[in-house]
């Protein structure tokens, strides 16, 4: 199998994935907006920030999305990706250590899907949807990395908790994003052939509406 043909692969999944979420939400008779209703008026922003683990390290990112309607939004994020540093290494510069930490800046892009409530009690205004997250990441390559993939794919799903304006969320995410892509110099770094491998991700998020 060709370095091209497994590139498709994830990425042909990823998309039937996401196609297959956005055709069960606009089949949805009736959903709770994520525009919000309130006094003030209708709220379509929300930002937040979140984080993540994986086999590679961690995650997290600064986000905004914009709802237009109760089905979708577009949303942005900005942050990066990196290896877990050891206890010892924490507060110094790496030429004293030795070691040597791979870190990735993410720009990432995705359309939110959100489904109806799932679970809503309205007294406390406060409901429970599944989400869906298709989207694209925009990375340059770790130091000393050489050729590494800067365009990626990601899908993330899971579920939101809506509290007023607060949300909590809790997820799951598979991207073809990888740290070590390109061999950069790192501790932990993985070998030549283990670069192109998926990378699973459990996240947690807290966000505001505005």
Sequence with gaps: MTDSSYDRTPINGLMRI????????????RTFAQTLHTDEGD???????????????????GFAAYFPNQYL???????????VRALEDWGEEEWNTGHYYADRFRFGTSVVLRSPAVIKWRSKETDIHIFAEPGCILSP??????????????????LNLRLYRAVISLGYSVSNFNLYSGNPLSRYGMPDDDCDRLTHTVFAAVSCKF
């Design 43 to 61: 709220l379509h922003w929300e930002g937040g920030l979140d984080g993540g683990l994986n086999r590679d390290g961690w995650q997290c990112h």
């Design 141 to 158: 390559g770790a130091h000393e990395s050489r050729n590494p993939r800067i365009f990626c794919v990601e899908f993330k799903t899971g």
């Design 18 to 29: 996401a196609l297959a979420v956005l055709i069960c939400v606009s089949m949805s008779a």
């Design 73 to 83: 939004g577009l949303k942005l994020s900005l942050g990066a990706a990196g290896e």
